[in-house]
């Protein structure tokens, strides 16, 4: 399976201010995907990054307030803007493996975002 | 809303017993994906029991999947300290697309 790694590992960060977290990945990837994981919840899928395309992002999350770059096969960021105490979150990507002809999904150690 | 729905919500037990969660879900599914997740870190993928797939096993991992009642199981062997964690269903609709998580099952195995 990939190995996938995010930076930060963890933050603390001001309301109103803005949080790039990256994800590489160490084989290429057609999709990646961004989760976030509130205190004590499970994980809400964010968007869905596809390289070379717009991410398809889930209901209830905007463009504006979770922008995705995704500018190779093995990169993608997700920053959280205008941050508030509700953004307080575990970010998670994960990456699909379609080797065995299903959507098997690997996910990074996290992001555990802390907004004060 | 979310396609999965484990229970317990959480369960504790005697280092050594066997730990049993069970995942519901609502719609027809391609396939069910089990993780763990070590006190909120990333997740680590434990099986995928695709949806013509009755049971399957990997080490003290045993997964069955009921596709008539919707439901799939969960069942960790000779339990030890290093499986409190939660745990995780998450279902597949289609082949190549996103999947939908449960709730989750928070284990906690005693000494």
């Known amino acids: 399976s990939a190995v996938i790694s995010q930076k930060p590992s963890r933050d603390i960060c001001q309301r109103g201010t803005s949080l790039t977290i990256q994800c590489q990945v160490d084989?290429?990837?057609?999709?990646m995907f961004w989760y976030r994981q509130q205190p004590g919840q499970s994980l809400t899928l964010i968007a869905t990054?596809?390289?070379?395309?717009?991410?398809?992002?889930e209901s209830g999350f905007v463009i504006d307030k979770f922008p995705i770059s995704r500018p190779n096969l093995t990169f993608s960021t997700l920053t959280v803007s205008n941050m508030s105490p509700e953004d307080s979150s575990i970010y998670l990507c994960?990456?699909?493996?379609?080797?065995?002809?299903?959507?098997?999904?690997?996910f990074g150690p996290g992001t555990r975002l802390t907004v004060l | 809303s979310q396609q999965g729905e484990e229970d317990p919500q959480a369960l504790s037990i005697q280092e050594g017993e066997n730990a049993t969660m069970n995942c519901s879900y609502k719609?027809?599914?391609?396939?069910l994906q089990w993780y763990r997740q070590n006190s909120g870190r990333g997740l680590v993928h434990l099986i995928l029991?695709?949806?013509?797939?009755r049971e399957k096993h990997s080490g003290r991992l045993r997964v069955t999947l009921d596709t008539s009642k919707k439901s799939s199981s969960l069942l960790i062997t000779a339990s030890r300290a290093a499986d409190t964690a939660s745990y995780f269903c998450?279902?597949?609709?289609?082949?190549?697309?996103?999947?939908?998580f449960g709730k989750g099952t928070r284990l906690h195995i005693l000494p």
């Open positions: 994960s990456v699909e493996d379609l080797a065995g002809g299903y959507n098997e999904q690997f």
């Open positions: 084989s290429q990837v057609t999709m």
């Open positions: 990054a596809n390289q070379g395309s717009e991410a398809t992002y």
């Open positions: 719609t027809s599914i391609n396939n």
């Open positions: 029991i695709r949806s013509n797939e």
């Open positions: 998450a279902t597949g609709v289609n082949r190549d697309d996103k999947i939908i």
